[in-house]
């Protein structure tokens, strides 16, 4: 049986939760899917409250993923990813974290096994390997889907993880640098793959930030607390297509929606 599965990019501020509210559930319908994930990490610009989780939840997300700013609200957010079964924090993250970095979800008659990881390269949070922790994770509980949204910071980081998972899994999606790529594709054994999602938040902006500002900061001014851009947004994520026979992913397409 055919399931088609879509994954958001890092919902950026109340504009891009405000964006992800009004079109979320019509891309669903037009695309026929069955599980969805998003990641929420930038919903407060850093961090993410229980408020805007409750929020991407009633968007129509199955599931919640964060990243290196998963505390950047850490005294609202600690309790509730200790409390809420369907947001997750990576899992290569210390085990003295609050929450869970992986779980399996019904969906009819398959299981599906949602992982988060931080990558390593630029990302210095005192995370373990990341590729030895998907060996680990992918032991315990079974599932007939396996889905990973690595936030990472460099392509390379995301690619080999693409290859060393290739076939064990069914997708594998990058997030954290906020722009998509156009690689989306099926590795040789049949895992999906693309190597960064894009955003959900203002189009007009540097990674959903007020263009001035970034600027500013290139130019070794000082810039002030980095404020969310203004103006029309953008939905960008990927879809991927997954056989229930196999485990493992046929199609990947991209999309974007303004």
Same mark, same amino acid.
């Given at each position: 049986?055919?399931?088609?599965?879509?994954?958001?990019?890092?919902?950026?501020?109340? =504009?891009?939760?405000?964006?992800?509210?009004?079109?979320?559930? =019509?891309?669903?319908?037009?695309?026929?899917?069955?599980?969805?994930?998003?990641?929420?990490?930038?919903?407060?610009?850093?961090?993410?409250?229980?408020?805007?989780?409750?929020?991407?939840?009633? =968007?129509?997300?199955?599931?919640?993923?964060?990243?290196?700013?998963?505390?950047?609200?850490?005294?609202?957010?600690?309790?509730?990813?200790?409390?809420?079964?369907?947001?997750?924090?990576?899992?290569?993250?210390?085990?003295?974290?609050?929450?869970?970095?992986?779980?399996?979800?019904?969906?009819?008659?398959?299981?599906?096994?949602?992982?988060?990881?931080?990558?390593?390269?630029?990302?210095?949070?005192?995370?373990?390997?990341?590729?030895?922790?998907?060996?680990?994770?992918?032991?315990?509980?079974?599932?007939?889907?396996?889905?990973?949204?690595?936030?990472?910071?460099?392509?390379?980081?995301?690619?080999?993880?693409?290859?060393?998972?290739?076939?064990?899994?069914?997708?594998?999606?990058?997030?954290?640098?906020?722009?998509?790529?156009?690689?989306?594709?099926?590795?040789?054994?049949?895992? #999906?793959?693309?190597?960064?999602?894009?955003?959900?938040?203002?189009?007009?902006?540097?990674? #959903?930030?007020?263009?001035?500002?970034?600027?500013?900061?290139?130019? #070794?001014?000082? =810039?002030?607390?980095?404020?969310?851009?203004?103006?029309?947004?953008?939905?960008?994520?990927?879809?991927?297509?997954?056989?229930?026979?196999?485990?493992?992913?046929?199609?990947?397409?991209?999309?974007?929606?303004?």
């Amino acid at each position: 049986m055919e399931y088609h599965i879509l994954a958001i990019g890092d919902v950026v501020g109340e =504009a891009g939760v405000r964006h992800l509210s009004r079109h979320l559930r =019509a891309v669903k319908k037009l695309k026929n899917i069955a599980f969805t994930v998003v990641n929420g990490e930038n919903a407060s610009g850093v961090g993410l409250t229980p408020n805007q989780a409750e929020d991407i939840f009633t =968007a129509g997300a199955d599931v919640i993923t964060l990243g290196n700013h998963t505390w950047g609200r850490a005294r609202d957010i600690a309790p509730y990813l200790d409390e809420c079964g369907y947001i997750l924090r990576p899992a290569n993250y210390t085990g003295r974290a609050p929450g869970r970095g992986w779980a399996v979800y019904d969906l009819g008659p398959v299981r599906i096994r949602v992982v988060n990881l931080i990558g390593r390269c630029g990302l210095d949070f005192n995370a373990e390997n990341p590729f030895t922790t998907m060996d680990r994770v992918l032991k315990e509980e079974a599932a007939e889907f396996t889905l990973v949204d690595f936030h990472a910071e460099a392509t390379s980081e995301k690619l080999a993880m693409g290859y060393y998972m290739d076939g064990r899994i069914s997708a594998l999606w990058g997030t954290h640098t906020h722009v998509p790529t156009a690689d989306e594709r099926v590795y040789p054994k049949g895992t #999906g793959y693309i190597t960064d999602l894009g955003m959900t938040g203002p189009v007009e902006s540097v990674l #959903g930030i007020r263009p001035q500002q970034s600027v500013e900061t290139f130019l #070794g001014g000082l =810039a002030g607390r980095y404020q969310v851009a203004d103006g029309p947004c953008k939905l960008q994520g990927a879809v991927f297509t997954l056989e229930s026979d196999t485990g493992l992913c046929t199609a990947v397409e991209r999309i974007d929606i303004r």
